[in-house]
């Protein structure tokens, strides 16, 4: 479906005020990302936000959804893919790490934007059960052990958030790093292998 003139200056338009206010949230905080510092940064009148967005929660709700909506397109190209399990894994885990590096400001904007549970459970439902699918299909081909999907596809993603807020707070490792890290940890498990200690 081709866009209007109109529509394409507005997604336009749309962006450069949520990606604003992705800038002034990682520069400034969330209390700092007033809407007269988000139109100053996106060089616009202050009234022209909301032409777009009724308020600033809404204008960071949004700049939220869509970075999730970025990321989650990334995910499925992977994990949508006919590679092995143990490619997809890998790069299913340096996808998300990498995304999450390069979008320092769209963590914080998540966390801020997200602070009540319906919000990040709505988000987070859409990234379980493309990574419960993945993870049946997976279980389905024999590539991986039969164990119970939920739980498998639970500890995968909860596992992987918890290296993202590390990554947040460290000097993290190189992203290939932590991507084999985890990927080790899942492939692998913690016991040695036989004749190693």
Not at 87 to 113: G, M, N, S
Not at 127 to 134: E, H, L, T, V
Not at 136 to 156: F, G, P, T
Request: with cysteine; net charge neutral.
């Amino acid at each position: 479906m081709t866009m209007t003139k109109q529509q394409v200056v507005q997604a336009f338009r749309m962006q450069s005020i949520r990606d604003a206010a992705s800038r002034v949230v990682s520069q400034h905080g969330v209390g700092g990302a007033t809407i007269d510092a988000i139109a100053a940064e996106a060089g616009i009148a202050k009234g022209t936000i909301y032409l777009y967005f009724k308020s600033r929660e809404e204008l960071l709700e949004s700049a939220a959804d869509h970075a999730v909506t970025e990321l989650m397109a990334q995910v499925a190209g992977v994990l949508e893919s006919n590679e092995p399990f143990d490619v997809q894994l890998r790069r299913f885990f340096r996808t998300v790490l990498a995304y999450f590096d390069e979008h320092r400001d769209f963590f914080r904007l998540y966390q801020a934007a997200c602070k009540e549970e319906e919000c990040r459970s709505r988000r987070y439902t859409e990234y379980f059960k493309r990574i419960r699918a993945w993870v049946k299909r997976a279980m389905e081909a024999d590539e991986v052990r039969r164990l119970d999907v939920d739980r498998v596809a639970l500890v995968l993603s909860e596992s992987l958030g918890a290296v993202i807020q590390r990554r947040q707070l460290d000097a993290p490792p190189p992203v290939d790093a932590d991507t084999e890290w985890l990927a080790s940890l899942f492939l692998d498990g913690l016991m040695p292998k036989k004749g190693k200690i």
